[in-house]
């Protein structure tokens, strides 16, 4: 009787602190999603308020990539076709393939630029855009895009080329805000990357 007793009061503290283990996690999924009446997190939406423009309707392309190297690749720079102003916060290559390495992202004026960045070196000697270390890095900040027209910043990926790159860097994906909702939005683009001979 004494073991059954024992293993009775075991088997009451486990479903206890199984109980309390569930709890907690419902708790903290409850303060991470927020209550349906009142939380202020909220899911993120597919949005299609933007347009890729000519750089999402076909192929960048650049076939003299040295491995060790790093590049500025652009993405491209939508215009926001709705009737409200938006806050864009982020955009990201959403498929980097094998060859390739994501440094960073940042996000530069093309007024500061002298135009917006499609592919170039990082090497301020070997670029026409000249040294985009220097210029202002606008990433990390909510950019107002005003209805019906394009915003002048645009983000760039500083890649590092690690090996032979046999697929694109493809697929953009935005992320802004329009009012109180946060939107995601995906846009076509591909930039090929190939190893080749150096430019002169």
């Known amino acids: 009787m004494r073991t059954l007793a024992s293993s009775t009061r075991t088997s009451r503290t486990r479903n206890a602190a199984l109980s309390a283990a569930v709890l907690l996690v419902l708790a ?24 890729g423009g000519m750089q999402s309707a076909g192929n960048v392309g650049y076939e003299h ?22 806050r864009r916060t982020a955009a990201e290559f959403t498929h980097v393939p094998k060859g390739l390495k994501v440094v960073e992202y940042r996000a530069f004026d093309a007024g500061e630029t002298d135009g917006n960045v499609i592919f170039a070196s ?16 606008y990433a990390g900040r909510a950019m107002t895009v005003k209805a019906n027209s394009s915003s002048r910043v645009y983000y760039v990926a500083r890649v590092k080329v690690t090996g032979p790159v ?35």
Request: hydrophobic fraction near 30%; include cysteine.
């Open 28 to 51: 903290a999924l409850y303060a991470l999603t927020g209550s349906d009446t009142g939380g202020t997190t909220r899911a993120v939406r597919e949005g299609n308020a933007l347009d």
């Open 65 to 86: 990539a040295q491995v060790g190297h790093e590049y500025w690749a652009g993405l491209p720079l939508p215009w926001n076709t709705s009737r409200s102003d938006i």
């Open 122 to 137: 990082t090497d301020a000697d070997e670029s026409s855009m000249g040294d985009l270390f220097k210029m202002r890095n």
């Open 166 to 200: 046999h697929d694109s860097l493809s697929g953009c994906r935005y992320s802004y805000r329009q009012g109180a909702t946060q939107y995601q939005q995906h846009i076509d683009c591909s930039t090929v990357v190939r190893l080749g001979p150096p430019l002169k």
